[in-house]
């Protein structure tokens, strides 16, 4: 990933369980930064894990230094 990428936006699928291995991301909710992500922090696990029944992303996540997002497809998790 790099700086300025948008790793996941508000309103599309979930499709992939992220772990950030290096760098940072900023959840962005109305145009505002609202958390800081870093090591080991993850995106999609509330749906990976059965957690939530919500199969759209809430939040925008732009990644904030280029870094490195591990992906594990959901097709994959779930089969």
């Given at each position: 990933?790099?700086?300025?990428?948008?790793?996941?936006?508000?309103?599309?699928?979930?499709?992939?369980?992220?772990i950030?291995?290096?760098?940072?991301?900023?959840?962005?909710?109305?145009?505002?930064?609202?958390?800081?992500?870093?090591?080991?922090?993850?995106i999609?696990?509330?749906?990976?894990?059965?957690?939530?029944?919500?199969?759209?992303?809430l939040?925008t996540?732009?990644?904030?230094?280029?870094?490195?997002?591990?992906?594990?497809?959901?097709?994959?998790?779930?089969?």
């Open positions: 990933m790099f700086r300025g990428d948008e790793l996941v936006k508000a309103g599309e699928p979930v499709d992939y369980l992220g950030l291995i290096h760098g940072s991301a900023f959840v962005i909710i109305d145009h505002k930064n609202m958390k800081d992500l870093k090591l080991g922090d993850m999609g696990h509330m749906f990976t894990s059965d957690l939530t029944t919500r199969d759209t992303h939040t996540i732009v990644a904030s230094m280029d870094g490195l997002l591990a992906v594990l497809l959901l097709g994959e998790i779930k089969s």
